[in-house]
């Protein structure tokens, strides 16, 4: 059983940056695929990012493209989301999932953990 807490949600203005972490407790945490969703109010979540195993390959929602990253640190335990140039749209709970199996998903459905979520919020 994994464990996911994330961190680093906030308020920020609109064209600003935050950095989202997820610390991962409970399994092996490297033998997992990592994603990150986020969830607007009235509306469904969605995916955002997710990334390999490795770290070598990562995958990601065209509205976040050229301004979001993810990357992690397996001797770490732990996954970031780096956001730049953020809108008023991203303004959502973010949460970081672990998925046990080998290939990436894009699904909510393929990720088997899930953290409580961070509060993420961009004025305009």
């Known amino acids: 059983q994994v464990q996911l807490v994330e961190s680093g949600g906030g308020l920020v203005q609109a064209g600003g940056s935050l950095r989202l972490s997820c610390a991962a407790s409970?399994?092996?945490?490297?033998?997992?695929?990592m994603g990150w969703f986020r969830q607007a109010p009235g509306k469904e979540r969605e995916f955002v990012f997710a990334?390999?195993?490795?770290?070598?390959?990562?995958y990601y929602a065209n509205s976040v493209k050229g301004r979001f990253t993810m990357s992690r640190d397996n001797a770490k335990n732990t996954v970031y989301l780096q956001m730049k140039s953020l809108k008023p749209e991203d303004t959502a709970v973010y949460y970081c999932?672990?998925?046990?199996?080998?290939?990436?998903?894009?699904?909510?459905?393929?990720?088997?953990?899930w953290g409580q979520g961070t509060q993420v919020t961009v004025s305009s």
């Open positions: 409970g399994g092996t945490f490297s033998t997992h695929v």
């Open positions: 999932a672990a998925r046990r199996s080998r290939g990436p998903s894009m699904g909510i459905g393929g990720y088997d953990y």
């Open positions: 990334i390999s195993r490795s770290g070598g390959t990562a």
